[in-house]
């Protein structure tokens, strides 16, 4: 009688765990049939084509001489510098034109003689 | 006789007074140079805040000095801060409208402000003033094509590329927006042109990439993005080479 008792306790038990141990498995099973749906990495022509339309970094710009260069003593005239805006080639940040050269900074700069500048130069 | 000495008297007083008068504009003119010459100094250094002082100071002494409010605006630029950049430009506009480096300069910092239609008007008008201006067409393709206006980046990064053939960055950015227009055929031969003229471009070889990509060529695609990788010296750049090779290989 008392080992008959215990011999179903024993059975149920072991049932209970079988299920447990199903259902564990079968969660285990759907949550990873789930996951790479979810993080599908993008292709090669997709993460490609993206940088390209956002990426301001991938367009060129004229980084080291975006800006035309400072004028005034210790810089260029304002002759060369707008000599740099309308030139029809560059060379390193330099102006090109027709075969003159000019342009680019640290060129010395000399006040124009009259009486406004006493006919200095620098 | 006394006559004589009085008005020798009052002229030698009116040349002294005409001579100090014009030492005092002298040493002015002098003290403004020399803020001038510190500031370009400090903005060749690096130094924009401290070179910001110097123009604030020679403005200080002549508040229409263009030359000065033009080197300000450079030095605001370098440190990002563009609206400040953009008066200074124009300011310099409005003392003396003739000045056409301060008119670019301003056209560029209205790109950095994304305000592209307003670049886009100043660069038509310094084409329109210097139409072989190499640096105007290439800076208005650059607003056409932010602005979303590929076909007309192409022609204008064409005009630059005319111009000067050696324009490495024009053929570059030229092939980029062919490739928005979907003309692989021509973005391919621009890209060729810029790499023909630096082969250490990485830029360029990532665009090549993505042109054989899009030709269903993997094993090229591969190979361009593996040179860009190689030559990148953008971490973010390397970083997506790798992604895009691992994606191919994958």
Redesign the interface.
Known sequence: MNNDWMARVRLRAARLVIVLAVFAAASATLGHATAPANAS?????E???H???T?P??????SPY???D??????IT?KQ??G????????GGLYNDNGHFGGG??QPYF?PAG????G?L? | MKRFLVIALIGCIALGSAGAASAEGFFHRLRIDSLMSDGIALYHSGDYTQSINRFNDALSLSSDNVEARYDRGLDYYALGQYKPAAEDFRQCLKLQPDFVPALFNLGVTQIALNQLDDAKTIFQQIIDAHPSSVRAHFDMGLSAYMSGQADKAVDQFAVAALLHPQYVQAHYDKALAEYKTGNLVAADSETAAALKLNNGYAKAYFLRGAIRLRQGNNNEAKAAFETAAKLAGDPVLKSLCTQIIAQIGA
């Open positions: 990495p993008p292709g090669a022509l993460v490609a084509e940088a390209l339309a990426s970094a991938l367009l060129a710009d004229e975006e800006l035309i400072p004028v005034g003593p210790g810089g304002q510098a707008e740099e805006v309308t030139a029809s080639t560059m060379t900074y640290g006040m009486p406004e500048y006493g200095m620098r």
